[in-house]
């Protein structure tokens, strides 16, 4: 057995200032505040010395509900929505999610419903660094059955660009809880019924929609604002 083979260096120096130089000839003093020493040392342990320990980092397990709520996410992502990472939030996991494309957003929402898994949004999915970014939050034991489904508003709002009206666009939808509102911007004079019955013939989505105001936009000529109460059972 042995101590092993250490080698050690010391080095010391300073700064200089210069009082004269001329040519060769300098006269210098060192400068206060810049001694410095180093020291360094190299140790190979002896043959007979045990290996150190080298830490690794072990991550905590996820838990039986995470587990298995990754196992169905997996399932349905389809491989064009991306799991950034599930986590509990008291009885409920939440779930950051990612995709590259709008129609990969509302397909896995659908996937969902389809699924029965039921889910709450607590970020709806907005155009961010080149991608499209969410988080859901699903409780512990629901399912998406009738009146149990709550997409986010991106997707409420893409089912009503179904109508397909050239003269009708989607400005904006927001969550009201039970109901969603709708407020749509109407070019012309495009009579309300015949825009109901365009949204009635291109989705079966919403299980009532109530229309709640018609109102011309005095700064801007020949432009409404139509205002809808959308539910989904």
Do not use: C
């Amino acid at each position: 057995s042995g101590t092993g083979l250490a080698l050690a260096t010391e080095f010391r120096g300073r700064e200089h200032v210069d009082l004269y130089s001329y040519e060769s000839a300098r006269i210098s003093v060192p400068k206060p505040g810049t001694g410095r020493t180093l020291n360094e040392q190299i140790r190979w342990p002896s043959t007979d010395e045990p290996r150190p320990v080298v830490e690794t980092y072990v991550p905590t397990p996820e838990s039986a509900r995470i587990v298995d709520l990754r196992r169905q996410l997996d399932a349905l992502t389809a491989g064009a929505v991306r799991i950034g990472g599930l986590s509990e939030s008291g009885e409920r996991v939440s779930a950051s999610l990612s995709a590259s494309r709008s129609e990969e957003v509302v397909a896995f929402e659908d996937r969902l419903r389809e699924a029965g898994l039921a889910y709450d949004v607590t970020r709806a999915p907005i155009w961010s660094g080149n991608e499209y970014s969410m988080e859901f939050l699903f409780p512990p034991t629901a399912s998406a059955g009738p009146g149990n489904w709550h997409p986010s508003v991106f997707r409420v709002a893409h089912e009503l660009e179904r109508l397909q009206h050239p003269m009708v666009s989607v400005s904006k939808v927001t969550n009201e809880g039970d109901s969603y509102l709708a407020a749509l911007d109407v070019i012309g004079t495009e009579s309300v019924d015949t825009i109901l019955k365009r949204l009635h013939a291109n989705t079966t989505m919403f299980s009532a929609i109530d229309v709640l105001d018609d109102t011309p936009q005095a700064d801007r000529r020949n432009l409404r604002l139509l205002r809808l109460r959308v539910r989904i059972d």
